[in-house]
């Protein structure tokens, strides 16, 4: 490791133009790890929105940047105070190491110097489902709020039924509560629902839910969503929004409506999500389905954006040793 390390990245030059170029990546300290990333995963979420050029105003925000918070990779060396061995399988939510070049979230890259308290050690077992952990504990920390939602409500309806959708469906029955409803508008995305129904909204007569969870990211649902609450329910927008949200007053007045924004999830949630990954409770099973090689990424990223038959694509940077 003597000398300066590069990496190839995923760099994101701009609005809807993205390469794969090599980087020098910032010397490590003795907090520091150095890590061989194995996979990241495509979130069609924020990424999507800096991919477009659509994203709020957001701290680190700029061109050119490495995207990706969905990263699993090996330790190759570790720094005496960094708290990790080498050899160990890690998961990456991110990596600013890049110099000029903005990390934002830093993830998508053959080799990243991080922080060894930014990231937690993974189970071989999970191989490349471990990029879903950051979708996962996003999932958690919507109803759990960082324990600051007591006693925890959780959702009797959840809108879309993409990843994020389905993580948190699939936990609400794993915690034994009733298993919820789902709409999804795309008849493709509505498949491989297990242990709870998924409907077109048209479709649903109901409207005393108590408590509905948005993952859809649309900045226009909310008066949709109030109509359908009982008195006193509550919305939590769990998904990431480009546009301002606006709402009738009155009908969210009669139903006494609650409206809480999700945070970002933070590390007691991705320590919850993995030991219920590692041990079966929560299956990841059937959410990867499309992988690509980095030399392909202005296809892939393209592909995950717009193919409904996506869910989640993942980049293998096997290549790139």
Same mark, same amino acid.
């Given at each position: 490791?003597?000398?300066? /390390? ?26 520091? @790890? ?5 996979? !990241? #995963?495509?979130?069609?979420?924020t990424e999507?929105l800096? +991919?477009?050029?659509? /994203?709020?105003? &957001?701290?680190? /925000? ?14 190759? $060396?570790?720094? =005496?105070?960094?708290?990790?061995k ?21 993830? =998508?890259?053959?080799?990243?110097v ?9 189970s071989d077992?999970? #191989? ?6 950051? @979708? ?6 919507s ?21 994020? #959708?389905?993580?948190? *469906? ?12 789902? +709409? ?5 995305r509505? $498949?491989? *629902?297990?242990?709870? =129904?998924?409907?077109?909204p ?15 990211g649309? !900045? ?25 949200l ?6 969210? &007045?009669?139903?006494? =409506? $609650?409206?809480?924004c999700?945070?970002?999830? $933070? ?16 299956? @990841?099973? #059937? ?17 995950? &954006?717009?193919d409904? %038959? ?5 980049? %293998? +940077?096997?290549?790139?040793?």
């Amino acid at each position: 490791m003597e000398g300066c /390390m590069k990496t190839q990245a995923i760099v994101l030059e701009q609005p809807e133009h993205l390469v794969l170029r090599e980087l020098e990546l910032t010397p490590p300290t003795d907090e520091d @790890l150095v890590v061989d990333i194995e996979y !990241s #995963g495509i979130s069609t979420g924020t990424e999507k929105l800096l +991919w477009s050029g659509r /994203m709020p105003a &957001f701290p680190g /925000m700029g061109y050119p940047l490495v995207p990706g918070y969905e990263s699993v990779g090996r330790v190759v $060396q570790a720094g =005496a105070n960094a708290h990790h061995k080498v050899g160990e399988r890690v998961f990456v939510p991110g990596a600013r190491c890049y110099g000029e070049v903005r990390g934002l979230f830093g993830g =998508a890259a053959s080799r990243v110097v991080v922080a060894g308290s930014r990231v937690c050690n993974v189970s071989d077992s999970l #191989g490349e489902q471990a990029v879903l952990l950051a @979708l996962a504990a996003t999932a958690y920390h919507s109803v759990a709020g960082g324990g600051k939602r007591t006693p925890i409500v959780p959702p009797d309806l959840i809108v879309g039924h993409g990843v994020l #959708g389905r993580l948190l *469906a699939r936990m609400t029955v794993v915690a034994g509560f009733p298993a919820p409803t789902v +709409w999804e508008t795309n008849p493709t995305r509505a $498949q491989g *629902a297990t242990g709870y =129904a998924v409907l077109h909204p048209d479709e649903d007569p109901r409207r005393d839910y108590r408590a509905i969870f948005d993952v859809s990211g649309d !900045s226009a649902i909310l008066d949709r969503l109030v109509e359908r609450l009982a008195e006193g329910g509550e919305i939590v927008l769990a998904g990431f929004y480009a546009e301002p949200l606006h709402f009738n007053f009155a009908p969210a &007045f009669m139903r006494e =409506a $609650q409206i809480w924004c999700a945070a970002e999830w $933070q590390r007691p949630d991705l320590l919850a999500v993995k030991e219920l990954a590692e041990t079966g409770r929560l299956s @990841l099973d #059937g959410l990867i389905t499309h992988h690509a090689s980095p030399s392909d990424a202005a296809a892939a990223y393209r592909t995950a &954006f717009g193919d409904p %038959d996506c869910l989640k694509m993942v980049l %293998d +940077w096997s290549s790139t040793r």
